[in-house]
């Protein structure tokens, strides 16, 4: 995608759009390879159109490209120079960057205003005041910088290629690729991800005003340890609200943790009360971890609002089940009991022993059945295909009439299914588990009743490995992935909370 | 180990070490084989020595056993009987049981008074009547059973067979097994462990009884739905808890989840804030989740408990180190800042750049370093031998002095060390993990002060599998491993609490 096909006139645009590309600290030593990793691999092998550029004073050859000595004698234009030389040649660098034509240099550089050194800030300040003079915008320093998977740009080999709609900014390039590696295992891609570090030029309130303009942007997640200009971002905030779901997690909501974003980030982590209060007045919502920001965006994207509080939880394993009921209703919703005629109808099909014909249900009994048809038809071999193409409808004397039976009963608003896997004593079998987690979900695509699931208790590699099969199934049927009980109540709460203030927002992500 | 090896003399006591075991309702159908996988396959693959018996009326031979078509038929003395009957036949089986002189009958049978039906409470009535006059004792039904390792008895093939010092009883199968693996990861193990479902006549007050005795057992862990003699169950807990450490996860505490009891174990939940107010008079330790569980048996068991609340937190990547102070200080933890003398000697030994050299640290460049030189000495393949037989003492330069130094640190109380794997924007590299992530442990094992570790950030196979190598490690240091900060922390401080009140209890179990 070129700058003009993006479709964003937003002035920061470029940044995100860059023609050409150098890496300035490009390293021939084996044991700082990963610059290169970060800087050049990613744009030789996702699809990046432009030029890429290698320099370092030695020369020489680096993934079969020729190695400048001086970005200067770079004989073309360089739009976009990350610097991976030490703090103190950066200013300097700056005049280089000056004579190719530069629009932003990005520092993945460290060692400025964050440790703390009287020396170090004044760096940073002499190299913001030159860039200012050239009109270079700097990102960083001491940042990842920009994952933009539509333009091929990316700072690691295995962030997805594939374009989403969640934008995110974040001042730790650390939470950037947790954040976004944990995401797309639950089907969460990204429009554009931008890790900014000590944000002395190109800072938070720029990114959420540039989001908020974004057309590929649905929902903007931000991970920040402080702000500069407190009325901007307040401003950039509304603007933002106004427009699109926005999640922030604030790192340094304690004092350990404020005095911590200074030595991270050279950050003004500010007074908790004043964000809370900001946070709440504006609209955004706020989380306190990074798993709770992922959840969060799980939620938004891939769940359609419960309409009221009552949940119908139904999975495998007593104890899971207890847990479920009791993490729920602790997160302020409520499982009403099953009513009679419910009970009555769903006895039909499965055995009361092992079951629990509550609410929550334990269906293992049920799930065991549809598992042994899977097999009868299929074999161990052949099962997961044969689940990924069943049908579960009402009538089948199975799972289909058991999810439609409870997604006829009118004292509930969505249905929490859940998967626990390191809680069954047997050998944990690849194809079991899909065909053991899978019918329910399967058929929970025909309910009219939004649904959450969760694929949770796994201790150990016998277990994770074929769960990731499991997650996958549940994504696949466009559901909301949760890891924990825990994690999807509070996620689901913050849905609610937020589409009872904003349903036009949330309208229209699922429009 | 026999009966009489066991040095209990507990009355329960010969319910864990029966010299005969038989399976009534072995399975000759490959869809209901799981049976025999729960119930034979462990006790001929785990070590038990007594004689293991299959019963089915079809006859036939399972797993090189020869199967009785009755267990009447059975030439000998069957101590322990297992029932994998549907409930209907189990009050007949008591007349068999008693003509092969059984002491107790274990019920995986499921389908009694928990699914609500009454016609299913007057068979689990009539059952513990009949068993009351035969003088056998019930355990369950609806029940896992047992585990003993040190008499080779298993309902799981890979529960270990090494034993251990927690002694565990769980109203739910499927949290025992889940239970059971997560603290096997993390280098907990058990004495015993019982499944003991829906507790009709060997109940909670029974189990605690006799683990309060068992010289095997010095930390008591529960899963507990309900009682029925709520003044036995004080005495016993006030019993067991003068001993050892008790600590009790209580399933149903909410509205949803007290209703859920009554359908997976057909228990009384209880008034929560009763219970509350038992537990914390007793001063057994209260927990909220398995996972919270798992934590406090880590904790108790593998941290030496800190006499203040103040904290250093090391560890790699910026995102992560906030999230440790920011979870730290809201769990009541202080985290000092960092004095200019300590901050100065630390300076000698890593760049500025890129490490947080406050409290938190951030220390991946020494990291980094130390990474190098073990590459630098065996190579990529030999690293990781290399690390565990490395030394990192005052004097060496790098990570022996940088932790000597905090060490000597007056004002902390405990070390949290962390290792963030998804967080790093590299591919994943089994032998970069290892070594990158071990160096501080290692070092650590030096140290005066508490040490608690933490493996984090982990989403996908990539990073799981070569986390497992870490985990192991911290394990094989001493050191508690914990899964999240938040986990960490909760489990501190909850043994920071149960110090205060019981210092004698914490250092029995150090001693």
């Known amino acids: 995608m070129s700058l003009s096909e993006s479709g964003n006139h937003h002035p920061l645009n470029g940044i995100f759009y860059p023609r050409s590309i150098a890496l300035v600290g490009a390293s021939t030593n084996p044991l700082s390879w990963f610059i290169n990793e970060f800087y050049i691999e990613p744009l030789l092998k996702l699809g990046f159109k432009g030029k890429v550029y290698a320099v370092n004073p030695k020369g020489g050859e680096i993934l079969g490209l020729p190695v400048y000595r001086r970005l200067a004698d770079i004989p073309d234009t360089v739009e976009h120079v990350v610097s991976c030389v030490p703090a103190s040649q950066t200013v300097g660098l700056l005049d280089e960057c000056r004579q ?19 020396d170090d800030g004044a760096v940073q300040a002499a190299l913001i005041e030159k860039a200012r003079c050239y009109n270079i915008r700097i990102l960083g320093p001491n940042c990842m910088g920009i994952y933009n998977p539509s333009a091929g740009i990316s700072f690691c080999l295995n ?4 374009s989403g709609s969640v934008g995110l900014l974040s001042q730790s390039g650390s939470n950037t690729t947790y954040i976004i590696r944990a995401a797309v295992v639950r089907g969460v891609y990204f429009s554009k991800a931008v890790s900014h570090g000590n944000a002395c030029d ?31 971002f307040r401003k950039v905030l509304e603007k933002a609200v106004a427009r699109k779901p926005v999640v922030i997690y604030k790192g340094g909501y304690t004092e350990g943790g404020k005095r911590a974003a200074s030595s991270h980030t050279a950050s003004l982590a500010g007074n908790d009360s004043a964000w809370d209060g900001l946070l709440k007045q504006v609209g955004a919502i706020r989380v306190h971890s990074v798993d709770e920001l992922t959840d969060m965006l799980v939620a938004l994207l891939h769940m359609r609002p419960p309409l009221g509080p009552r949940a119908c939880v139904m999975g495998n394993g007593g104890g ?12 302020g919703f409520k499982l009403p009991p099953i009513p009679p005629d419910i009970r009555a109808k769903l006895k039909q099909w499965i055995p009361l022993a092992g079951s629990m014909i509550g609410n929550p249900l334990d ?14 038809e299929a074999g161990t071999s052949g099962c997961e295909d044969a689940l990924r193409n069943a049908r579960y409808l009402p009538g089948d004397g199975g799972m289909g009439d058991w999810m439609a039976t409870l997604d006829a009963w009118p004292d509930i608003d969505f249905f929490l299914l859940h998967y626990s896997i390191d809680s069954l004593p047997g050998t944990i079998r690849d194809w079991a588990i899909t065909t053991g987690g899978g019918p329910m979900v399967v058929a929970a695509q025909e309910c009219r009743l939004p649904v959450a699931t969760v694929v949770h208790f796994i201790t150990n590699e016998d277990a994770w490995i074929p769960s990731r099969k499991l997650q996958q199934l549940y994504s696949d049927c466009g559901f909301p992935l949760f890891l924990s009980i825990r994690g999807a109540a509070k996620a689901i709460r913050r849905l609610r909370e937020f589409y009872q203030k904003r349903p036009d927002l949330i309208e229209a992500l699922h429009r």
Do not use: H, W
Request: with cysteine; glycine share 8%; aromatic share 6%.
């Open 363 to 376: 269906a293992s009994p049920l799930m065991g059945i549809e598992q042994g048809k899977l097999m009868a």
């Open 100 to 118: 190719v034509g530069t629009k932003v240099l990005q520092l993945y550089t460290a060692g400025f205003a964050e440790t703390g050194e009287e």
């Open 159 to 162: 962030y997805p290629q594939q």
């Open 202 to 232: 190109i800072n938070e309130c720029d990114l959420i005003d540039y989001l908020a303009d974004d057309p590929e942007t649905r929902i903007i997640a931000a991970y920040i340890e402080g702000t500069s200009d407190g009325k901007r």
């Open 320 to 331: 899971a089940s207890m847990l479920a009921a009791d993490e729920l209703e602790r997160a």
